[in-house]
């Protein structure tokens, strides 16, 4: 199948740990991203990438970091995990022009007690 | 700051209604909008729109952009308690694609 796909579908972790979250698309987009999900359904992107060039909101804590092994892979670490980084994230990629959809993956439900 | 706005929040109707949802965007170098269902698990992905004027219809849904008042709108009619979903519109230029709050749509039998 072509798709998305991300790994782990849930994580439960203790506050201060450190976490991954991996994605693979092999639909042969050159661009990925990360959303965060809030628990109203309010999609806010982390980070879009492509080999050219890493684009990060500003208002993403330096405490999460993508790194992209290669083009078909974007993985989100996550340092040092905070109650309030509790939300669903989701994976994304499209081709880089701009005027095509985003396909996303069925999402990483991260929840931090 | 890109800026999208979707109204109205949250609406329930009866199965055979009609519904009308808004967006309005504010982007830098406007490139497309977007529309997307969610369910329970990821958004997919309804309709893409870059020319005003231009309708796009898929079944019972179809949706529209006016680039000049800078929004859009998606229609479902006949409505079914299948429809019931969060959707999502989505706008971006030449960055990645903000958006909205979405409206959360509930079809009662």
């Known amino acids: 199948d072509t798709a998305v796909s991300q790994t782990p579908k849930y994580l439960v972790t203790q506050m201060g740990n450190d976490k991954s979250i991996k994605c693979e698309q092999n639909?042969?987009?050159?661009?990925m991203y990360w959303y965060k999900q809030d628990s109203k359904k309010f999609l806010k992107i982390m980070f879009s990438?492509?080999?050219?060039?890493?684009?990060i909101n500003e208002t993403v804590p330096n405490r999460f970091s993508p790194k992209s092994p290669d083009k078909a892979h974007l993985n989100l670490h996550i340092n040092s995990l905070e109650l309030g980084d509790s939300a669903v994230y989701f994976c994304?990629?499209?081709?880089?022009?701009?005027?095509?959809?985003?396909?996303f993956g069925n999402g990483t439900r991260l929840t931090v007690t | 700051e890109d800026k999208v706005v979707q109204s109205p929040l949250s609406l329930v109707v009866h199965e055979g209604d009609t519904v009308t949802l808004n967006c309005s965007y504010e982007?830098?170098?406007?490139?497309?909008l977007l529309w997307y269902k969610q369910e329970k698990k990821a958004p997919t992905f309804l309709f893409m729109l870059?020319?005003?004027?231009i309708e796009k219809k898929s079944g019972r849904l179809s949706s529209i952009l006016d680039k000049k008042e800078l929004f859009s709108i998606l229609n479902i009619t006949a409505t079914q308690t299948g429809d019931s979903a969060v959707y999502l519109c989505?706008?971006?230029?030449?960055?990645?694609?903000?958006f909205g709050k979405g409206t959360r749509l509930s079809v009662i039998a």
């Open positions: 982007v830098t170098n406007f490139r497309s």
């Open positions: 990438y492509n080999n050219k060039e890493l684009i």
């Open positions: 639909l042969g987009h050159d661009t």
């Open positions: 870059t020319s005003s004027g």
């Open positions: 989505a706008s971006g230029g030449n960055t990645p694609l903000v």
């Open positions: 994304a990629s499209r081709m880089g022009n701009f005027n095509s959809p985003l396909h």
